[in-house]
């Protein structure tokens, strides 16, 4: 009994992650669309929520390889987009850590066994709940302190969708972090 309640709170929460994942990435798109940026953001929202869905292993080796190469990708045009500031560097971090998650969780990797015979693994993995975690703090700290600068009935005016922005980084750096979590 405890293993399917266990198992179905697994599977609601992954849920709920590419939930989280996909409305971020949609929102992204669509602000990609009218030119406010967010392609970037998009592709990574639309990538966490893919490699979110708990497939239970059938189906699966399409998967690794075909995100490995989306976020290789992805990783390529960040560190492209480096030239034109530091901000890009969140980017390259996320692609990187994206394709480490996807090469850790890959078919015939040997996911948990690895873990505990090298210490390259747990180091990276820790870096990254690190990194992962002070950016969610500091994306929610940013986020309260924009709330209280823009009133609700102004959320549609100047102030608004960089609100929408904010929350939408948070999201995904949550989800970044839910993910790293579960290594």
């Known amino acids: 009994m405890h293993g399917s309640a266990a198992s179905l709170a697994t599977s609601v929460s ?3 992650l590419v939930l989280l994942c996909a409305v971020s990435g949609a929102y992204c ?14 592709v990574m929202g639309f990538g966490m929520a893919l490699m979110a869905v708990p497939l239970g292993g059938h189906g699966d080796g399409w998967r690794a390889p075909v995100l ?8 390529l045009h960040s560190l492209w987009l480096l030239r034109g500031g530091p901000h890009h560097a969140h ?3 996320g692609s990187l850590t994206m394709v480490y998650m996807v090469l850790m969780a890959g078919p015939g990797s040997e996911h948990g ?10 180091l990276l993995t820790g870096a990254l709940l690190l990194y992962y975690a002070g950016y ?8 309260i302190t924009a709330g209280d600068a823009v ?6 005016g100047p102030g608004g969708p960089a609100v929408l922005v904010r929350a939408c980084r948070l ?9 790293l979590l579960t290594m």
């Not at 995904?172 to 993910?179: F, H």
């Open 14 to 16: 992954s849920w709920l």
């Open 29 to 42: 798109l669509r602000r990609a669309r009218g030119s406010g940026g967010g392609a970037a953001e998009a």
């Open 68 to 75: 490995g190469v989306v976020f290789c990708g992805a990783a």
């Open 91 to 93: 980017h390259l971090v």
């Open 113 to 122: 066994q690895g873990h505990s015979q090298a210490a390259g693994p747990p």
């Open 136 to 143: 969610v703090m500091l994306g929610g700290t940013r986020l």
């Open 151 to 156: 009133s609700p009935r102004s959320a549609a």
């Open 171 to 179: 999201a995904m750096g949550m989800g970044m972090l839910a993910m």
